[in-house]
């Protein structure tokens, strides 16, 4: 926070009757979070949209990260030229001189770059100047894929510190590690230290998503949730269309490297330069009332709120736990666990297919830039209209609408249409199965979100994300099935699966419109309301005994 603490200049309100949205009287007092938030947030404004908008720049580095290896380390093994008398012979002798320069020329004949051929792409990429190509092609796939060990540890370790330095500084911390990794690796001499560079990343950029997530949702009023989670995941599609942009423009891997590190930079400038209050959730649970409602007092000018937030005596329970004692909380809280462990897996699940469908989107791009800017697009269709959709439907039936979908798509890739000689039914309902599998992740982030109390929502989420990265180190063998059996077997696996997320969802609640949750007592107040058929804004309230019953 800038040294003249913005939330130290708020004006004083007067000690008057303040009113709800509706324009009736509101007995201040006993008042949850959730119903403060909700009361000071009614409308957007500019303030509050570049604030939301700010914390929402960090996931574009961690599209990059993500991604960026396709660039860095591209082999083109269609772009080269022979050099050598064994090349030139083959090239001679070969039937079909027009498609001399592929793979199959270059690795069946164990031709040497420098020695036999030159490559003579427009790219620069370390493969080629590593010669990880051929017989040495698996280290690009370990280089590309350690990111995700690196995410994983990041997981584990950002468990605890979201819930001890807040969501906003481990955001920045994870957000720093990020853009240091990726600016450094323009100067890696060699394949270990880029390994190294690589897991850092991953341990830095999945912080700095899962804390930024957490952080926005908790910021966000109840009407605004689903829309900014929908923005939120956007953010990814548009890092993944810069980073193409970027790739089409630099050629050489190092700069492309130095590039994304300067815009992962200029994402964490507004952390510093705007207002960007750390959650008023997390500062209660920890017990800082205080901080808390110099938060709301912020928020309250930022939204030109006329709500006295002076008035506002915050009900909340302070829980400064460990790690261990989060864990108990587990065993005495049962419906915490049990919505936590079918949570974790749909995670699991939804990773799984994600990463393991073997999608059309190849099929319409002809180069390496126009297939990633359609799969990104796939991306941004998906992400888009799940908020309508979410909207319309509902969290809990929503998600399960998506996963049936991908059910849908994977039972129709079973049968044998060709539309063309490159085309068939497959390829385009894969790709209407992708839509579905992306959407269903993005529902997963925020329902999870909002069942998971703020005291634990740190380590719920990081713990289904981890389950998740597990998901994804998985998927992509799967598409081993195709080689292996009948092109059924992987698709009815996948839908299968999908079923398995359904049930898992069908058990849990449903959070569209509920009061999120602060503890894990407020967790079992909640599925109590719901078995009652009591509306879940009131079941806190009459525990907190508010005045909004």
């Given amino acids: 926070m800038p040294a003249n603490d913005p939330m ?30 909700d009361l000071i947030i009614t409308k957007i404004t500019l303030k509050m949209a570049l604030s939301f908008v700010a914390i929402c720049c960090t996931i574009l580095s961690t599209a990059f990260g993500t991604y960026i ?35 199959e020329s270059m690795c069946d004949n164990d031709l040497v770059a420098g020695s036999d051929f030159e490559w003579s792409s427009p790219m620069q990429t370390f493969s080629m100047d590593w010669d990880f190509y051929c017989g040495n092609e698996t280290k690009l796939s370990i280089v ?3 990111i995700f060990i690196g995410s994983l540890l990041g997981l584990l370790v950002s468990t605890s510190m979201f819930d001890k330095i807040g969501r906003k500084r481990g955001a920045i911390v994870g957000g720093v590690l990020g853009m240091v990794s990726l600016a450094g690796s323009s100067v890696a001499p060699n394949y270990i230290v880029l390994l190294l ?8 950029l999945m912080v700095n998503y899962t804390g930024s997530y957490c952080w926005v949702l908790e910021l966000a009023p109840t009407f605004l949730r689903n829309p900014i989670s929908g923005f939120f995941t956007l953010g ?15 050629g050489a891997w190092k700069y492309l490297y130095v590039a ?25 649970i920890k017990g800082k009332k205080d901080e808390a409602l110099k938060t709301l007092k912020l ?26 004692e989060q864990l108990k909380d587990f065993k005495l809280y049962p419906t915490m666990l049990s919505e936590s462990v079918l949570s974790t897996v749909t995670w699991f699940i939804v990773a799984l297919i994600s990463y393991s469908y073997q999608f059309g989107w190849s099929k319409i791009g002809s180069d390496l830039h126009s297939i990633y800017f359609f799969a990104g697009l796939g991306d941004g269709i998906a992400y888009s209209t799940s908020v309508p959709v979410c909207k319309f439907l509902g969290r809990k039936k929503a998600t399960i609408f998506y996963f ?38 993005v529902m997963m982030y925020l329902y999870s979100t909002e069942l998971a109390p703020t005291s634990h929502r740190g380590m719920i989420l990081c713990t289904c994300n981890s389950f998740a990265r597990v998901g994804s180190f998985i998927g992509p063998y799967t598409s081993l099935l195709y080689g292996l059996t009948d092109r059924r077997v992987p698709l009815a696996m996948f839908a299968a699966l999908a079923l398995i997320a359904c049930v898992m969802v069908w058990f849990l609640p449903d959070t569209t419109g509920r009061s999120v949750p602060e503890t894990p007592g407020d967790v079992e107040k909640l599925r109590e309301g719901l078995k009652k058929g009591v509306a879940n804004s009131v079941v806190i309230a009459n525990k907190n005994n508010g005045h909004l019953a």
């Fill in 236 to 250: 990814w599609t548009a890092g993944v269309f810069i980073l193409i942009g970027l790739s089409k423009l630099i």
């Fill in 69 to 103: 290896t396709i660039y860095t380390g591209y082999i083109p093994y269609k772009e080269w030229t022979c050099v050598s008398e064994k090349c030139k012979g083959l090239l001679a002798s070969a039937d079909d001189a027009k498609n001399f320069y592929s793979y």
């Fill in 8 to 37: 130290d200049n708020l004006g004083k309100c007067s000690p008057k009757e303040s009113v709800v949205p509706s324009g009736e009287p509101l007995k201040m007092g006993r008042i949850s979070i959730e119903e403060a938030v």
């Fill in 260 to 284: 994304t590190g300067v815009l992962a930079f200029l994402g964490l400038l507004p952390f510093f330069i705007l207002p960007v209050p750390e959650s008023p959730r997390f500062s209660l």
């Fill in 144 to 146: 590309s894929s350690v």
């Fill in 404 to 441: 049936c979908l991908v059910i849908a798509m994977n039972l129709l890739a079973m049968l044998d249409v060709p539309f063309s000689d490159d085309w068939s039914l497959e390829h385009f309902v894969s790709m209407i199965g992708n839509i579905g599998a992306s959407s269903a992740f």
């Fill in 197 to 204: 560079l690589r897991i850092v990343s991953g341990f830095g």
């Fill in 299 to 324: 928020m309250a000018t930022m939204s030109n709120s006329d709500v006295c937030v002076e008035n506002f005596e915050l009900v909340y329970e302070e829980r400064n736990q460990s790690y261990l």
